[in-house]
Each structure stands twice: as C-alpha cells, then as structure tokens.
T-cell receptor, first 112, second 114 residues
Framework: GNSVTQMEGPVTLSEEAFLTINCTYTATGYPSLFWYVQYPGEGLQLLLKATKADDKGSNKGFEATYRKETTSFHLEKGSVQVSDSAVYFCALRRGNAGKSTFGDGTTLTVKP | NAGVTQTPKFQVLKTGQSMTLQCAQDMNHNSMYWYRQDPGMGLRLIYYSASEGTTDKGEVPNGYNVSRLNKREFSLRLESAAPSQTSVYFC?????????????FGPGTRLTVL
C-alpha cells in the first residue's frame, strides 16, 4: 500500500536559519505530493504541491521538488521566521477516489 | 466563503453515549472526507464520500457511521462512544476525487470520551 515517512521531530531552529524537513514515500504509479501546514488549534491547510516528477512546488518561501528517482519530496526554506512555527505534514494522493496518505507530521518551533 | 465548517468545536462524552459531528462546505465540492488525528500520528481516514449519494470506508471505520446528507453536508456518527475514540476529528472536502486535487480542511472537533 501507499505510505509516507517524515523526518521525526520536533525541530527547533533560530530565526533566519535554513529549514529542511525530509519526506519519502512509497506508492505505485504516479502520485501527487503535498505539504500541508497546521497552526495551533486549526485545521490543515495546503502549503504547496507537485503533481508530477521534477515539478517544484513553492509558496511563502517554502519549496519542495518531486524526485521520483529517490521517492522524496523534501521541504525547504532558506530563512525561517517565528511565524513558521507549526506542524508540517507530507501527504500523497493516489488511487481510488484520490484518498490521501499522510505522514506523522513534524513539529517546527522557531525561536527569536 | 466560510470554506469547511464543523460543529461542535469541543465535546466530552461518557462511554456508551452517542453523538453526531456535523460538517458542511460551501465550495460546491463533490468529495468529502472524515479523518481522525491522534497525538504523534498523521491523519487517518475514517470514511469518505466521493460524490453525493456515495460513501465508502477508509482506514479506520469501526465504531463510526456517516451520512452524506446532500452535496454540502457530511456527518459522522458515533453510536456508542469508547475511550479509544478520543481524538481530534477533521472534515475535509475536495473538488473531485482526482489525485491532483487539494483537500480543504475544517477547524476540527476535539472529542474526549471518559
């Protein structure tokens, strides 16, 4: 079946540090890949997505590239801010009715 | 647009009680989903509805039932609550069931079963 493995957290960084959160997946065929972000007390919201190999998704300074050869979709940001503190989920969509499979989430805390 | 709304926001039940979680979306989406989120875990799919009039089991359906009341509304019912159902429940919708479609999530219902 499909699965998503995310870098274990929590991750604590200082403001303006470089961020990488690793995500690898297992799926048959060609899934779409997503990063969702969850702020405290809220639901998940889309951060970025990529729908085919070598696509790069980007939003709010975050980027991730769909690497089929390494089955990865790592999230990066060059300079994090305190407001980026949240839980980040990697997810894939593939198969019947486009059901999503989510990773366990990575908690990011950015300190001033 | 309100997006996806859920009621209630919080609920405390005793073991054996029943309740219905309500979800509505105003984006004219065809597909709707119910997930549960437990500490340190990702979201697990309980039930989904690919289109109005259809529902299917997800990864963890035991102890739950759903109703797709119309295109806008998708409710989740716990007939006899158990402590193992203590969780945060999220409703989501997407335009269709396509692999590229973004899911839009509600704010969640935090349920505690004593």
């Amino acid at each position: 079946g499909n699965s998503v493995t995310q870098m274990e957290g929590p991750v604590t960084l200082s403001e303006e540090a470089f961020l990488t959160i690793n995500c690898t997946y297992t799926a048959t065929g060609y899934p779409s890949l997503f990063w969702y972000v969850q702020y405290p007390g809220e639901g998940l919201q889309l951060l970025l997505k990529a729908t085919k190999a070598d696509d790069k998704g980007s939003n709010k300074g975050f980027e991730a590239t769909y690497r089929k050869e390494t089955t990865s979709f790592h999230l990066e940001k060059g300079s994090v801010q305190v407001s980026d503190s949240a839980v980040y989920f990697c997810a894939l969509r593939r198969g019947n009715a486009g059901k999503s499979t989510f990773g366990d989430g990575t908690t990011l805390t950015v300190k001033p | 647009n309100a997006g996806v709304t859920q009621t209630p926001k919080f609920q405390v039940l005793k073991t054996g009680q029943s309740m219905t979680l309500q979800c509505a979306q105003d984006m004219n989406h065809n597909s709707m989903y119910w997930y549960r989120q437990d500490p340190g875990m990702g979201l697990r799919l309980i039930y989904y509805s690919a289109s109005e009039g259809t529902t299917d089991k997800g990864e963890v359906p035991n102890g739950y039932n759903v109703s797709r009341l119309n295109k806008r509304e998708f409710s989740l019912r716990l007939e006899s609550a158990a402590p193992s159902q203590t969780s945060v429940y999220f409703c989501a919708s997407s335009e269709a069931g396509g692999n590229t479609d973004t899911q839009y999530f509600g704010p969640g219902t935090r349920l505690t079963v004593l």
